[in-house]
């Protein structure tokens, strides 16, 4: 599979993800297909800064469609102090970048740390996950195993936090298995490095700007949608 159809799955899937979030939001396997798409784009962060022939200008692709995409996914998710995704992929480019240059992991954490305090999407994790297929990626093996290890360490505090707040004391048994099941969905993510196991090298045809563009594009289609309905 080259990286274009992957790609286009992980679009997919994306769409499927949004489109339950913000329209469908009952219908709970929707959000867990869309669990795929995001190990998928942080895997061709890594790909690409590999294989680019110009680092900066592709940080400045991802940094001007971070702020362009920011109104379109403020209007479909209703949270202003949350980031988009393109300002995770930047981060984690960049974290890479610098770890190349100083081999120091201390980049990595300053990086993911950043990305949690100004609140992107996915965050540390996030940033931890690009680290991974970039560090790993000629070990498949051990690429793997690292984000199986990043996903359980995630899933753990995620679940302990919302489990152990206060604004949560004295839920009862149901309430504390639907906190468990809603994030170990992020688990499911794993199941997308079968598809990148998948990557035969190749790009495939070029559709460049049409990755980056689809990601604001779908979000102001469903937000204009659900006001419709």
């Not at 379109?72 to 980031?83: E, G, H, M, S, T």
């Not at 980049?107 to 965050?123: F, H, R």
């Not at 995630?154 to 707040?165: A, C, E, W």
């Amino acid at each position: 599979m080259n990286g274009a159809q992957l790609k286009l799955i992980a679009i997919i899937v994306m769409l499927i993800d949004h489109t339950g979030a913000l329209l469908f939001p009952k219908v709970y396997i929707l959000r867990v297909i869309g669990r795929l798409a995001f190990p998928i784009f942080a895997y061709f962060i890594s790909e690409g800064y590999i294989k680019t022939s110009d680092v900066e200008k592709y940080k400045k692709r991802l940094f001007v469609f971070a702020l362009i995409s920011q109104i379109p996914f403020y209007l479909a998710f209703k949270n202003i102090v949350y980031l988009n995704i393109f300002f995770t992929l930047f981060l984690g480019l960049y974290a890479i970048k610098v770890y190349d240059e100083n081999g120091s992991i201390g980049t990595i954490w300053l990086m993911g740390i950043l990305a949690q305090v100004i609140n992107t999407d996915y965050g540390l994790y996030g940033v931890f996950t690009i680290y991974f297929f970039y560090k790993y990626h000629e070990d498949f093996k051990t690429m793997a195993k690292k984000q199986v290890f990043l996903n359980i360490i995630f899933v753990s505090v995620i679940f302990l936090i919302t489990v152990l707040s206060p604004f949560n004391r004295g839920k009862d048994a149901a309430w504390i298995l639907k906190a468990f099941v809603g994030t170990g969905m992020q688990a499911i993510s794993l199941l997308s490095l079968f598809l990148i196991k998948s990557y035969n090298g190749q790009r495939g045809r070029s559709m460049k700007y049409l990755f980056y563009a689809f990601y604001p594009v779908h979000l102001m289609i469903l937000w204009m949608i659900k006001n419709i309905v």
